[in-house]
């Protein structure tokens, strides 16, 4: 089936330190794929989308390319600030009946410190 | 309205009642989800419509949990005869299409506890 794998958090890093957070994922076909965030006491936002292969999507200092040769979407920021303290969610879309419906990772959680 | 709006916000019930949870979203939006997220997890797919119609069913853990959409906006996720394993936070996400790269908008979710 379709789904995606996040490294287990939390990430903890000081302010301006490079952030990695893999993501590798298990589809049929050529999936979108996409990052979440969730800001404490907030709902899950898009940060970034990806729609194709080889595709880079960027938002906010944050980067993701998709890359079919390893089915990964790795989120990377090279500067991280304290404001990025968040859960990230890694999703890419299923097919259902003509639609596509997001389907979810566990969540990473990052924490930053001043 | 400017986002998906969820209500209640935080909801106790008691083992065995009956609950209804109601998402408002993006006006115009045509497709509309919901989720189940426990704690420390990601989102777990209920259900899914495209505009009334009630396409994608597949997540609904048992037959106590129904989703209605009549009119194609509004919303009511109910579960019936709750059970503690039910505590979780329910979030709806509207749609503006269907498409593959599709951005989907969430509500702040509606936090279930039942006790």
Known sequence: ?114 | GAGVSQSPRYKVAKRGQDVALRCDPISGHVSLFWYQQALGQGPEFLTYFQNEAQLDKSGLPSDRFFAERPEGSVSTLKIQRTQQEDSAVYLCASSADRGKGNTIYFGEGSWLTVV
């Open chain 1, 1 to 114: 089936g379709n789904s995606v794998t996040q490294m287990e958090g939390p990430v903890t890093l000081s302010e301006e330190a490079f952030l990695t957070i893999n993501c590798t994922y298990t589809a049929t076909g050529y999936p979108s794929l996409f990052w979440y965030v969730q800001y404490p006491g907030e709902g899950l936002q898009l940060l970034l989308k990806a729609t194709k292969a080889d595709d880079k999507g960027s938002n906010k200092g944050f980067e993701a390319t998709y890359r079919k040769e390893t089915t990964s979407f790795h989120l990377e920021k090279g500067s991280v600030q304290v404001s990025d303290s968040a859960v990230y969610f890694c999703a890419l879309s299923r097919s259902s009946g003509g639609s596509y419906i997001p389907t979810f990772g566990r969540g990473t959680s990052l924490i930053v410190h001043p």
